[in-house]
């Protein structure tokens, strides 16, 4: 009996070390506009993005940029490696986009562009993790979207903003209920998707939770709304509105949530319609 208590109590011990672990190096990536305008087209434009970390201390983190439809689908155009709090500039830095070389760059946390084309119309994704490996790496990153629009290129604005609840502490066994408001969802925001991670080094791959997906047949009048819910999350997973219900926690359901707002397919609004806000539940 005492030799199964002494199990008992490392692997608790075990439990609590890991959430406070998980909490040192985590990751905010903060933006102050959720739309940023151009005066003219040839003119050069500041995108803003800051971070924290929740130890306070200065690590050096990447700092990729990214345009496109939404975390999982956005693709590089600039990358900032060894970027501190304290000195704001990359030691070093790669253009990952031709139509961006020459005109890119980061620092004193601004993206500036110059010569802004209307090609540059886009949905821009500011990216920071962590510097080295952890076990903890979906923690230890996090990204946030600014719509650059320029006028007189069939602008496109941002459509949608998607507001996600604080960080939190869940106990183990128990559910959860996890917040998000899609702003203008009655109007531009039919789908929601709820994922977890990233899952892999690179930063690109996701778990999928829950779906709702608005479909339209032109065969037939009116919409059609899709419930689906994933792999382990089946049987455990439900949306409460856009929030995210979840029952019978387990300790590997610890990690980054992702709620994202997407315009429905049919209405061809694309990446303009798209945001994803992210918080972190640790489970003990």
């Not at 007189?152 to 604080?166: A, H, L």
């Not at 590997?252 to 990446?271: L, M, N, V």
Request: a negative charge.
């Amino acid at each position: 009996m005492m030799k199964f208590s002494v199990i008992l109590f490392a692997a608790f011990a075990t439990v609590v070390v890991t959430a406070v672990a998980a909490s040192e190096n985590r990751i905010k990536v903060k933006t102050i506009f959720n739309e940023v305008t151009a005066k003219y087209e040839g003119d050069d434009v500041e995108l803003y993005c800051e971070y924290s970390i929740a130890s306070g201390t200065d690590i050096p983190v990447t700092v990729t940029w990214k345009v496109g439809d939404g975390p999982r689908y956005a693709t590089s155009i600039y990358e900032c490696t060894g970027y501190t709090n304290s000195a704001k500039t990359c030691v070093t830095e790669q253009v990952l986009d031709a139509t961006y070389e020459g005109r890119i760059k980061f620092e004193q946390n601004y993206l500036t562009l110059s010569s802004v084309q209307g090609s540059d119309n886009r949905n821009y994704w500011c990216q920071v993790a962590l510097e080295g490996s952890s076990q903890h790496s979906d923690e230890e990153f996090d990204m946030k979207s600014v719509v650059l629009v320029v006028p007189d290129s069939g602008t496109m604005p941002k459509f949608n903003t998607v507001i996600v609840q604080e960080d939190s502490v869940q106990q183990l066994g128990k559910e959860m209920l996890i917040t998000c408001e899609c702003l203008q969802s009655s109007i531009y925001c039919e789908d929601i998707y709820w994922y977890k991670g990233p899952v892999d080094s690179e930063n690109s791959n996701y778990d999928l939770i829950y779906t709702r997906v608005t479909q339209h047949y032109a065969t037939s009048p009116g919409t059609y709304l899709q419930y689906q819910s994933y792999g382990d999350w089946e049987h455990r997973a439900v949306l409460s509105g856009d929030s995210l219900f979840v029952t019978m926690l387990k300790a590997s359901d610890a990690g980054r949530y992702w709620c994202e707002g997407r315009t429905a397919a049919y209405k061809s609004i694309g990446e303009w319609g798209t945001d994803a806000h992210s918080t972190v539940v640790e489970i003990v």
